[in-house]
């Protein structure tokens, strides 16, 4: 059994900033997962927010719509993936849910939803104008 638990979310206004935490736990190579960031609004689909490969560093991807703003971190000896998010806007309201995609993978992040094994429950994201 697989757990992820994401913490951190809350509400908040414009140009403020919130870091967003998921927690690792149960039968999970932590430092073997490419790990994901996704977020959904209100009536829409769930999007991609962020990437970051199995060892971190300079490899992760972002959307355009957070690239700059957003920071996808991860530190393996605490089973753990962050999302620092600066200059929130109103349009970043949403359930943002983190994703772990265990196994090979060609690329060394992933953008897609369909390719992630794992999810979390998700934590309420609010930005107030």
């Known amino acids: 059994q697989v757990q992820l638990v994401e913490s951190g979310g809350g509400l908040v206004q414009a140009g403020d900033s919130l870091r967003l935490s998921c927690a690792a736990s149960?039968?999970?190579?932590?430092?073997?997962?490419?790990m994901g960031w996704f977020r959904q609004a209100p009536g829409k689909e769930r999007e991609f927010v962020a990437s970051?490969?199995?060892?971190?560093?300079?490899?992760?991807a972002y959307a355009d719509s957070v690239k700059g703003r957003f920071t996808i971190s991860r530190d393996n000896a605490k089973n753990t993936v962050y999302l620092q998010m600066n200059s929130l806007k109103p349009e970043d309201t949403a359930v943002y849910y983190c994703a772990a995609r265990p196994g090979y993978t060609l690329d060394p992040v992933q953008t897609k939803r369909e390719e992630y094994t794992y999810w979390g429950q998700g934590t309420q994201v609010t930005v107030s104008s």
């Open positions: 970051i490969s199995r060892s971190g560093g300079s490899s992760t």
């Open positions: 149960g039968r999970i190579s932590f430092s073997t997962c490419v």
